[in-house]
């Protein structure tokens, strides 16, 4: 399930915990005493206190142009409550002209299936390269803003719950919470007629694609859902990049069947984000 921003985005490989892989032979060299070091320490270190205006002023041109602000950038760690409790750079891979570290991270966020705060093991690749005479960090992989949410609706008895909203240059990600509180089997098929609104005229239909990073398999198969039960997964929406996101937004699923009844239903989310 695609609800880590930074982990689900960015990072190279993630560690089973507890686990013991098999020695194989590294994918990077040393890490060098240098400039370039230095630069990406303090980009790791300023994440880690949480200064991510410190972090923000340390990245690329173009990165820094991609989120627009530093409150847009912290958008997307806060949406997921993402914390590095330790960080230490692992190797490098590159020269003076451009040098991709590998981060070994310990990272805190809430897992938005059950809204409790898990802990992985990960190594970020974080790249440093020079620009204007002055060395930038490449952080990418992560959408332009996010918010959480907990916005409710409840229909037929299912109830669906809108967890995170990530802006992307060109879709929309919804991560959303389905469960049955019925007294039988429901099927939800949200690749039917399911779209997401704003209240500036704005449709966003869904986006049906077989790429899985994308594209929740799960729901895209058809979720059947027994009595009492739950799934988290994310449903994109093919849209523009938008200057503005603080707008009223409505999602509309369907459609979805209880197993006896007569006829298909629908759900609709107004969403807000949580404050």
């Not at 300023?46 to 602000?69: I, T, V, W």
């Not at 490098?92 to 059950?114: K, L, N, P, W």
């Not at 190594?123 to 960090?137: F, N, R, S, W, Y």
């Not at 997964?233 to 707008?247: E, N």
């Amino acid at each position: 399930m695609r609800t880590i921003a930074r982990a689900a985005c960015a990072l190279l490989c993630i560690g089973t915990l507890g686990a013991s892989p098999a020695p194989q032979r590294p994918r990077y060299g040393p890490v060098p005493n240098n400039a370039q070091t230095v630069v990406v320490k303090k980009y790791v270190d300023a994440l880690r206190a949480g200064n991510y205006d410190a972090a923000f002023a340390l990245l690329s041109d173009d990165e820094r142009k991609y989120y627009g602000s530093a409150a847009s950038y912290r958008s997307v760690f806060d949406a997921d409550g993402f914390a590095i409790k330790s960080a230490s750079v692992v190797g490098a891979r590159g020269d003076d002209r451009g040098r991709v570290y590998f981060v070994r991270e310990r990272v805190a966020f809430v897992d938005h299936a059950t809204d409790k705060q898990r802990e992985i093991d990960a190594t970020v690749p974080i790249g440093v390269l020079p620009e204007h005479g002055v060395l930038h960090v490449k952080d990418p992989g992560k959408p332009y803003r996010a918010f959480p949410s907990a916005s409710t609706a409840d229909a037929s008895g299912l109830r669906v719950t809108v967890k995170k909203v990530d802006f992307y240059p060109d879709r929309i990600d919804v991560v959303v919470t389905f469960t049955n509180t019925g007294d039988n089997f429901v099927t939800v098929l949200p690749y039917g007629k399911s779209v997401l609104r704003d209240d500036r005229g704005g449709i966003y239909r869904i986006l049906a694609t077989k790429n899985w990073t994308v594209t929740d398999r799960e729901l895209y198969k058809g979720l059947r859902l027994a009595p009492s039960s739950q799934y988290t997964g994310s449903l994109a929406f093919t849209a523009p990049r938008l200057g503005d996101v603080k707008r009223t937004w409505s999602l509309s699923l369907a459609p979805a069947l209880r197993d006896g009844a007569d006829a298909p239903f629908d759900v609709a989310v107004t969403i807000a984000p949580r404050e």
